[in-house]
């Protein structure tokens, strides 16, 4: 199935055959054409019969949205209103990348696909330096100057000369401000759940993601409860931690199984590819770290055409309490500042704005702080959420789509990756209860607090598949243990011990990324490194065998800028 997509809107004059505004096609899912309308989407759409027929009549982006599941992109050519939208689906996962030229916008789901066809060749300092120091830009910057992410959750529709950006989802809207008790909630979000999981569930053998984890389990459990045919699937450098977990836990349940292991041949052989190519995938956002998921559809891709992975499980459910790769520490520091003054002090003093030029930062700063400036946290239409509303609408609109979005953008050339966990109608109720980390407080740091979201997947699993609530997780207790007091007991013992012991063993490099960094470390230094936008001197020093996150992100930034040079 394609789905990169390259497409030329012109602004002066409507094209009725939408097919011909694209230089290149994808593979349509959804083809309806009216007497005065035209609509397209491809990706992965999951809609049903009732979509179809409604559709001519609603008319509308804000019903597609609502209404059509899965990730996507869509085109609905209005011939009444000489109007075309051209948008994604609701978190803007997968994301679309635009620019303005002439009298047309031009439009990809891939910023070099934009830059080689229409000769955009300068980086943009304003990604560089936000995606450096926040992980990724913290709106609609790209990497090409010129070039803009569209905005999160929203449509860009042309027509009579001109064009507007439409926001479809709001997911502040469904932020419950009296949450029903999370108690109380469980049985009916666990119905909810199964009920609004059937639809990602392939008729097909598929392959579903496995690990020590709940989400995982429960999405297994649930393949079980709807009569599904599937194989699990989990990587890993070697059998222990997740790989030797789920290995275990489909043995038992007798589901054939795939061990993707991440050994001396994947580092040897793959591990530099898979990487530049989940960079340039990503449009620039991803990092080379995340090479494993590159090679590991390239072989699951052999077995079956879908992937369920539970993909945004733990974000919706657990409180987020501690920064990584998805959160970085500057950027939960902004949730935390008094105003986008303190932010920018901090980011100036920051060590890692040593490694782009001082001219490049100087010549940013009022950019970067106007995007600091419009965080949710300073943002007056949002000064009515708590921080924590406003640190997870923030994760909804622009870390899903930036983090998992370059996840699965990386593996659709090979397979189509579901993630039920992002279901629309799900999500809404969930968000309603307290069962969802939004409903928590903010930077909530006592498991007790943080482990309600647990009981719903236990919940799930006790409903669909009774024997996986049996066996053990990666956390140190079984699911089951969630549901009784005994077993809330013995958790609380195992939480005790694990701090007395600093935790249960796990691998130390449990995707071969520090051992891809070794083999692969004198290709990455030998990059050019351009003066104009980066440190060269305080590059050179950093050279050297140990591996950080902040290595990866910035030789994966070196790459994509020298990648965009050349093409």
């Given at each position: 199935?394609?789905?990169?997509?390259?497409?030329?809107?012109?602004?002066?004059?409507?094209?009725?055959?939408?097919?011909?505004?694209?230089?290149?096609?994808?593979?349509?899912?959804?083809?309806?054409?009216?007497?005065?309308?035209?609509?397209?989407?491809?990706?992965?759409?999951?809609?049903?019969?009732?979509?179809?027929?409604?559709?001519?009549?609603?008319?509308?982006?804000?019903?597609?949205?609502?209404?059509?599941?899965?990730?996507?992109?869509?085109?609905?050519?209005?011939?009444?209103?000489?109007?075309?939208?051209?948008?994604?689906?609701?978190?803007?996962?997968?994301?679309?990348?635009?620019?303005?030229?002439?009298?047309?916008?031009?439009?990809?789901?891939?910023?070099?696909?934009?830059?080689?066809?229409?000769?955009?060749?300068?980086?943009?300092?304003?990604?560089?330096?936000?995606?450096?120091?926040?992980?990724?830009?913290?709106?609609?910057?790209?990497?090409?100057?010129?070039?803009?992410?569209?905005?999160?959750?929203?449509?860009?529709?042309?027509?009579?000369?001109?064009?507007?950006?439409?926001?479809?989802?709001?997911?502040?809207?469904?932020?419950?401000?009296?949450?029903?008790?999370?108690?109380?909630?469980?049985?009916?979000?666990?119905?909810?759940?199964?009920?609004?999981?059937?639809?990602?569930?392939?008729?097909?053998?598929?392959?579903?993601?496995?690990?020590?984890?709940?989400?995982?389990?429960?999405?297994?459990?649930?393949?079980?409860?709807?009569?599904?045919?599937?194989?699990?699937?989990?990587?890993?450098?070697?059998?222990?931690?997740?790989?030797?977990?789920?290995?275990?836990?489909?043995?038992?349940?007798?589901?054939?199984?795939?061990?993707?292991?991440?050994?001396?041949?994947?580092?040897?052989?793959?591990?530099?590819?898979?990487?530049?190519?989940?960079?340039?995938?990503?449009?620039?956002?991803?990092?080379?770290?995340?090479?494993?998921?590159?090679?590991?559809?390239?072989?699951?891709?052999?077995?079956?055409?879908?992937?369920?992975?539970?993909?945004?499980?733990?974000?919706?459910?657990?409180?987020?309490?501690?920064?990584?790769?998805?959160?970085?520490?500057?950027?939960?520091?902004?949730?935390?500042?008094?105003?986008?003054?303190?932010?920018?002090?901090?980011?100036?003093?920051?060590?890692?704005?040593?490694?782009?030029?001082?001219?490049?930062?100087?010549?940013?700063?009022?950019?970067?702080?106007?995007?600091?400036?419009?965080?949710?946290?300073?943002?007056?239409?949002?000064?009515?959420?708590?921080?924590?509303?406003?640190?997870?609408?923030?994760?909804?609109?622009?870390?899903?789509?930036?983090?998992?979005?370059s996840e699965i953008a990386g593996q659709w050339n090979r397979l189509i990756n579901r993630t039920p966990f992002l279901d629309r109608h799900f999500l809404k109720e969930l968000l309603s209860t307290g069962l969802a980390g939004v409903h928590s407080r903010f930077m909530e740091r006592l498991p007790g607090r943080r482990y309600k979201g647990q009981i719903l997947y236990a919940s799930v699993i006790n409903r669909a598949a009774p024997q996986f609530g049996t066996y053990v997780t990666d956390k140190g207790?079984?699911?089951?243990?969630?549901?009784?007091?005994?077993?809330?007991?013995?958790?609380?013992?195992?939480?005790?011990?694990?701090?007395?012991?600093?935790?249960?063993?796990?691998?130390?490099?449990?995707?071969?990324?520090?051992?891809?960094?070794?083999?692969?470390?004198?290709?990455?230094?030998?990059?050019?490194?351009?003066?104009?936008?980066?440190?060269?001197?305080?590059?050179?020093?950093?050279?050297?065998?140990?591996?950080?996150?902040?290595?990866?992100?910035?030789?994966?930034?070196?790459?994509?800028?020298?990648?965009?040079?050349?093409?």
């Open positions: 199935m394609k789905i990169n997509f390259l497409a030329e809107i012109p602004l002066n004059r409507q094209e009725k055959e939408s097919r011909k505004l694209f230089a290149d096609t994808p593979d349509f899912s959804i083809h309806l054409r009216g007497d005065d309308y035209e609509f397209m989407a491809w990706g992965d759409p999951i809609f049903d019969d009732r979509f179809l027929h409604s559709l001519p009549l609603k008319r509308n982006i804000w019903f597609i949205a609502e209404n059509l599941a899965g990730h996507y992109f869509f085109i609905f050519n209005d011939f009444k209103k000489n109007e075309i939208a051209f948008g994604t689906s609701p978190f803007s996962v997968p994301s679309v990348y635009y620019c303005v030229k002439g009298n047309s916008i031009i439009l990809s789901d891939n910023v070099y696909t934009i830059a080689r066809h229409h000769g955009f060749k300068s980086v943009s300092a304003r990604f560089l330096i936000e995606t450096l120091l926040f992980n990724y830009p913290l709106f609609n910057s790209s990497l090409v100057e010129g070039i803009f992410l569209l905005d999160s959750c929203s449509a860009l529709v042309a027509g009579h000369s001109s064009y507007r950006i439409v926001r479809h989802t709001a997911p502040e809207e469904w932020f419950a401000n009296d949450p029903v008790s999370w108690r109380k909630s469980i049985p009916v979000m666990t119905d909810i759940f199964l009920s609004a999981i059937e639809k990602y569930l392939p008729k097909e053998h598929y392959l579903t993601a496995l690990t020590g984890g709940f989400d995982s389990r429960t999405l297994a459990a649930a393949g079980l409860f709807h009569g599904r045919t599937f194989s699990g699937y989990c990587f890993g450098s070697a059998m222990e931690g997740d790989l030797c977990i789920a290995a275990e836990i489909s043995s038992k349940a007798e589901i054939p199984f795939t061990a993707v292991l991440l050994d001396g041949d994947y580092v040897r052989h793959d591990s530099l590819e898979a990487g530049k190519e989940f960079i340039v995938s990503s449009s620039g956002t991803g990092t080379f770290s995340r090479a494993h998921y590159i090679h590991a559809a390239s072989l699951l891709g052999r077995e079956a055409r879908y992937l369920i992975t539970g993909n945004f499980g733990s974000e919706v459910l657990r409180a987020v309490h501690s920064p990584g790769v998805m959160i970085s520490p500057l950027l939960y520091q902004a949730f935390q500042a008094r105003g986008p003054e303190q932010v920018m002090a901090s980011l100036k003093r920051n060590p890692l704005i040593r490694f782009i030029a001082g001219d490049a930062v100087e010549n940013e700063l009022r950019r970067i702080e106007e995007d600091i400036s419009g965080l949710p946290c300073f943002d007056q239409r949002y000064l009515g959420l708590g921080r924590n509303m406003q640190l997870y609408l923030f994760i909804f609109e622009e870390t899903f789509r930036k983090y998992f979005g207790y079984r699911p089951d243990d969630l549901l009784t007091l005994t077993g809330k007991a013995r958790m609380l013992t195992g939480w005790l011990k694990k701090r007395v012991s600093g935790g249960m063993h796990s691998p130390a490099d449990p995707m071969a990324v520090h051992e891809a960094w070794k083999h692969n470390r004198a290709w990455y230094e030998s990059l050019p490194v351009g003066d104009d936008l980066f440190n060269k001197r305080e590059i050179d020093q950093l050279r050297g065998p140990g591996f950080s996150n902040e290595k990866a992100r910035l030789y994966s930034l070196i790459f994509a800028a020298d990648y965009l040079r050349h093409l």
